[in-house]
């Protein structure tokens, strides 16, 4: 394992280079919630909003919801008409379409998350109601658990003094977005940078010409070192992985940890490192002098997250800005990360748009792989 | 132990090794001497299977040589006219990895990277980076990396570029003691009287072919060339020049920037001649040297140039 532990005694040298990273990524981070609270914040905390309902059950609980939903909110019915309900949004007329579907009660208590919410884009406002309503159907899914009939939950749950909701809405209201949102916004940058920096600064050390030859001139076998070579690979980057995970439960760990979505935020940063590795091993295998490695990377990373939406609101990047943001693996892990932190219900819509921006990513990996080996190959035999 | 036979390799339309053979006994310190370009470098990566060659044979402990022979490659310690060492790890670290890539032994290689240390004198230096190190501290460190593992046969690409002359010697006693405790040396350099001074026989190449081959003896005595005598600061006529070229054993006379070069085959007496010829014509002059033929010579004779330019 020497060559691996090669890999990993120069790790520990450019510990303190991934350091600065890790505080300039915290800073941003920080700074970038402290923005958005100063400019979102106040304009709509207690806002009532604008809520259409399209109710297609007309049951008990629908009824329940609606009733409730009005006592903290301007609530109006709505005709299921697409037309109607784009229009509505598109001029902004409503902040936010409720969609009650047929047997809304039923899939309700089988903890389907049935209701569509659908908000006028860009807005947070809608984030705060979402969050109301469903910590409000949380509850009557308690009280029935608890043996109480639908009326019965119902009435607790309207009488209920909802400073729990309360409190979670504000924090969501607040900020537009948890501060954890935040941080899993602008991890490309940490990931691209960091993995890029270190990983390419060690595999062009090892590509060094000299380094090479004397390595192939050696007792080890190519594969062997390759093999060693990409484990280390992994090792380096799952420990960037797991300390990114690490370094959110420290920025906001408790709202983290309560999040229903985690496990899907968690599966897609680790996408987003295995795109990061493919990106910092074909970087390395391009480059070989150090000096290069540090005028590449900054471009590259920063270029990348910017168009791929890391530093900006995606809907404040023009169309055709988007559509060459489409080709960069970054991209999709921030459609599934905006999506995980404007998503109120766990839809089938929204778990699909999820899987595929996952899916994406995964190509992207695979495709970069590729290339990476068909790089190396043809790296191999120019000899 | 080493038999390399027509090996041709080009580059391109460029002929770097034509036709080379040789053949490296068990114990022996073998030089390969030859100009810059002459094709040393490519003599020794073809060796080692670093570089694919067009034609030839070369067999290593009476195997056939090929990328994948590790139990072979695992016998052989490499000194690469490149210095390759890590400019992330310390003296001490990078001399532990290259040693780690042979043996696995913690204990063992712990104890041979500090012999290694001792050899190349670096001892003062374990904690520094290689950037941090001068030209020739460098090239100590290059070496050390190289044997560290003791290996059976050691192969160095001219090891003492920019080495102080001090320390180069140290350097050459110490290869000299790795052979005395059963090593097996290549040793390529464009300085001859380090070849000289340390190989037990000497191939000399030129344009990528060997142009002699034997022990130090055997290719200087190849040559006419059995004295040369040089005269320094020595202001004379032209038409004094055949006389001389007359003397006896004389052979060739050029005169150049006031300094005369006489080259004599064997026989006595030589130096003698040419002084009493220099009073007789009342011809003032300063320094006088003599000497015995070197490989610079043999060179020179064979290929009609200097080997340093
Ligand atoms: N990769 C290469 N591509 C093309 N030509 C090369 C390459 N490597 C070496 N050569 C040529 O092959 C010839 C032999 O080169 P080589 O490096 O073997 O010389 P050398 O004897 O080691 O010289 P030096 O004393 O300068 O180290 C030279 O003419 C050189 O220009
Ligand atoms: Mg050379």
């Known amino acids: 394992m020497t060559v691996f532990k090669g890999y990993m005694r120069i790790t520990k040298r450019l510990l303190g280079m991934i350091l600065m990273y890790v505080v300039i990524f915290t800073g941003v981070t920080v700074s970038m919630q402290f923005v958005a609270r100063g400019t979102e914040s106040s304009a709509y905390r207690a806002e009532r909003l604008d809520i259409a309902v399209v109710d297609e059950d007309g049951g008990a609980l629908a009824k329940g919801l609606v009733s409730w939903l009005s006592e903290k909110h301007n609530v109006t019915g709505m005709e299921k008409n ?52 469903n ?61 890029c920096y270190v990983l390419g600064l060690i595999l062009a050390s090892f590509r060094k010409k000299e380094v090479k030859n004397r390595m192939m001139a050696s007792a080890v076998s ?3 070192q390759n093999g060693e070579g990409i484990l280390a690979f992994l090792v380096v980057g799952t420990a960037m992985w797991l300390f990114s995970i690490l370094l959110i439960l420290c920025i906001d760990g408790k709202s983290f940890l309560a999040d229903p979505n ?93 899987y595929k921006g996952m899916g994406i990513q995964l190509l992207f990996a695979l495709a970069l792989i590729g290339i990476a080996m068909a790089v190396s190959k043809m790296k191999q035999q120019d000899r | ?25 068990e114990g022996e310190i073998f030089g390969l001497l030859g100009p810059n370009g002459s094709g040393k470098t490519t003599a020794i990566s073809c060796l080692l299977a670093l570089l694919k060659y067009d034609k030839g044979n070369i067999e290593v402990f009476g195997k056939t040589m090929t990328p994948d022979n590790y139990e072979v490659k695992k016998q052989i310690g490499v000194v690469l006219q490149n210095v390759a060492v890590f400019d992330e790890m310390s ?27 001792r050899f190349v004198g670096l001892e003062d230096y374990t904690k520094m980076r290689p950037r941090q190190l001068s030209g020739g501290l460098l090239r100590r460190l290059n070496i050390a990396c190289g044997i560290a593992h003791q290996p059976r046969l050691i192969i160095m690409d001219e090891p003492t570029v920019a080495v102080d ?54 290719l200087k ?89």
């Open chain 1, 82 to 133: 697409e037309e109607v309900m784009q229009e509505a949004l598109y001029y902004e007329t409503v902040d936010l379409i409720l969609q009650i579907p047929e047997n809304f009660e039923e899939k309700c208590l089988s903890g389907e998350n049935a209701l569509s919410l659908t908000k006028v884009p860009g807005t947070y406002n809608a984030v705060y109601a979402s969050a109301q309503i």
């Open chain 1, 135 to 195: 910590t409000f159907l949380n509850q009557v899914r308690t009280y029935r658990a608890a043996g109480y009939t639908i009326s019965e939950a119902l009435e607790k749950c309207q009488s209920q003094n909802d400073s729990q909701v309360n409190m979670l809405a504000d924090s969501k209201a607040k900020n537009g977005m948890q501060s954890y949102g935040y941080a899993f916004r602008f991890m490309p940058y940490l990931f691209l940078t960091a993995l």
């Open chain 1, 222 to 224: 190519l594969r062997r």
């Open chain 1, 262 to 354: 985690k496990w899907y935020y968690i599966g897609n940063t680790l996408l987003l490192m295995l795109v990061c590795l493919a990106i910092a091993f074909i970087l390395g295998l391009l480059v070989s002098k150090p000096s290069v490695v540090n005028s590449i990377v900054t471009p590259l990373s920063l270029g990348m997250c910017f168009l791929g939406g890391a530093f900006v609101q995606m809907s404040l990047l023009g169309e055709n800005v988007l559509r060459v943001s489409q080709f960069l693996p970054v991209y999709w892990y921030e459609v599934v990360n905006d999506t995980l932190s404007n998503c109120v219900s766990m839809t089938d819509g929204v778990r699909m748009s999820i």
């Open chain 2, 1 to 25: 132990m080493i038999k390399i036979e027509n090996l041709v390799k080009r580059y391109g339309p460029l002929v770097a090794l034509d036709h080379l053979n040789l053949e490296i006994e």
């Open chain 2, 91 to 117: 003296v001490r670290e990078n001399i532990d990895y290259f040693c780690g890539l042979y043996v696995s032994g913690k204990e063992k290689r712990k104890a041979l990277t500090e012999e290694a240390i």
């Open chain 2, 165 to 218: 002359p001090q320390s180069r010697n140290k350097i050459l006693e110490g290869i000299k003691e790795l052979n005395r405790k059963g090593a097996t040396i290549i040793y390529t350099s464009h300085y001859m009287e380090e070849v000289e001074q340390i190989c037990s026989r000497i191939a000399i190449l030129d344009h990528g072919r060997c142009i002699a081959q034997g022990t130090k003896e055997e």
């Open chain 2, 221 to 309: 005595s190849m040559i006419k060339t059995g004295e040369k005598i040089t005269v320094e600061g020595i202001l004379m006529e032209e038409e004094n020049l055949p006389d001389i070229r007359n003397l006896p054993h004389v052979f060739d006379v050029t005169y150049e920037n006031q300094e005369l070069t006489v080259r004599c085959s064997g026989a006595k007496h030589n130096l003698v001649r040419v002084l009493n010829y220099l009073q007789e014509k009342d011809i003032a002059f300063g320094r006088v040297f003599s000497e015995l033929p070197t490989l610079n010579d043999v060179f020179l004779e064979i290929t009609g140039k200097e080997l340093r330019d």
